[in-house]
């Protein structure tokens, strides 16, 4: 299995562009979430769904970040307009049946400059 | 307030077992103990769990104090690619992962 995917790896932008993450979580995962990690904060939950509903999102800091799921294959993270403050390692993870573990992907690296 | 409570840093010499601990006094009767550790600059991978009993796979065992306060995960022959940040995580079915700062374990050569 190719685990969790995550493009692009690494994203440079300025301020007030939209930036959109984009997750592929391991095929028959039916929950997904999206982490954001920053030195100061650490690793936070922002979002997950479950068979491709969003159940949580109190962890979104702020209107400007939205999240989809369109099909079991596929989610996005979207921000706009972007600030320097966005600046963290965005990390997608699933998980799948009844267990509880979940599987990180590798993470994309945002820098809003 | 942390439900668990981790040494900042550790070392060990490599080829030796690592011990990391972790205390997790208020830990509920349906809460399970998870480990997950993340290596630089990659996503945090899961490394094992447990509710009462001792376990162990091919990456690590987890051993769990009879009153469940208090767990260590133990790296049997640590390598210098063991060397990473290791999250002990305390959370019962449905709820969420919440990792604290964990234990940067530095494995010496």
Same mark, same amino acid.
């Given at each position: 299995?190719?685990?969790?995917?995550?493009?692009?790896?690494?994203?440079?932008?300025?301020?007030?562009?939209?930036?959109?993450?984009?997750?592929?979580?391991?095929?028959?995962?039916?929950?997904?979430?999206?982490?954001?990690?920053?030195?100061?904060?650490?690793?936070?939950?922002?979002?997950? /769904?479950?068979?491709?509903?969003?159940?949580?999102?109190?962890?979104?800091?702020?209107?400007? /970040?939205?999240?989809?799921?369109?099909?079991?294959?596929?989610?996005?993270?979207?921000?706009?307009?972007?600030?320097?403050?966005?600046?963290?390692?965005?990390?997608?993870?699933?998980?799948?049946?009844?267990?509880?573990?979940?599987?990180?992907?590798?993470?994309?690296?945002?820098?809003?400059? | 307030?942390?439900?668990?409570? *981790?040494?900042?840093?550790?070392?060990?010499?490599? +080829?030796?077992?690592?011990?990391?601990?972790?205390?997790?006094?208020?830990?509920? +009767?349906?809460?399970?103990?998870?480990?997950?550790? *993340?290596?630089? $600059? *990659? +996503?945090?991978?899961?490394?094992?769990? +447990?509710?009462?009993?001792?376990?162990?796979?091919?990456?690590?065992?987890?051993?769990?104090?009879?009153?469940?306060?208090?767990?260590?995960?133990?790296?049997?022959?640590?390598?210098?690619?063991?060397?990473? %940040?290791?999250?002990?995580? %305390?959370? $019962?079915?449905? *709820?969420?992962? %919440?990792?604290?700062?964990?234990?940067?374990?530095?494995?010496?050569?």
């Amino acid at each position: 299995d190719a685990g969790v995917i995550q493009s692009p790896r690494h994203e440079v932008t300025e301020m007030g562009q939209e930036v959109t993450l984009r997750c592929k979580p391991i095929s028959g995962h039916n929950s997904l979430f999206w982490y954001r990690q920053t030195m100061m904060r650490g690793l936070e939950l922002l979002i997950y /769904f479950n068979n491709n509903v969003p159940i949580d999102d109190s962890g979104m800091p702020e209107d400007r /970040f939205s999240a989809k799921m369109p099909n079991a294959s596929f989610s996005t993270l979207k921000i706009q307009p972007s600030e320097p403050r966005d600046s963290a390692v965005y990390f997608c993870a699933s998980r799948g049946g009844s267990g509880e573990t979940q599987y990180f992907g590798p993470g994309t690296r945002l820098l809003v400059l | 307030d942390a439900k668990t409570t *981790q040494p900042t840093s550790m070392d060990c010499a490599e +080829g030796r077992a690592a011990n990391l601990p972790c205390n997790h006094s208020t830990i509920s +009767g349906n809460e399970y103990v998870y480990w997950y550790r *993340q290596i630089h $600059s *990659q +996503g945090p991978q899961y490394i094992i769990h +447990g509710l009462k009993n001792n376990e162990t796979n091919e990456m690590a065992s987890l051993i769990i104090t009879e009153d469940r306060k208090s767990s260590t995960l133990i790296l049997p022959h640590a390598t210098l690619r063991d060397t990473a %940040v290791y999250y002990c995580i %305390v959370k $019962s079915y449905g *709820q969420n992962f %919440v990792f604290g700062p964990g234990t940067r374990l530095s494995v010496l050569p």
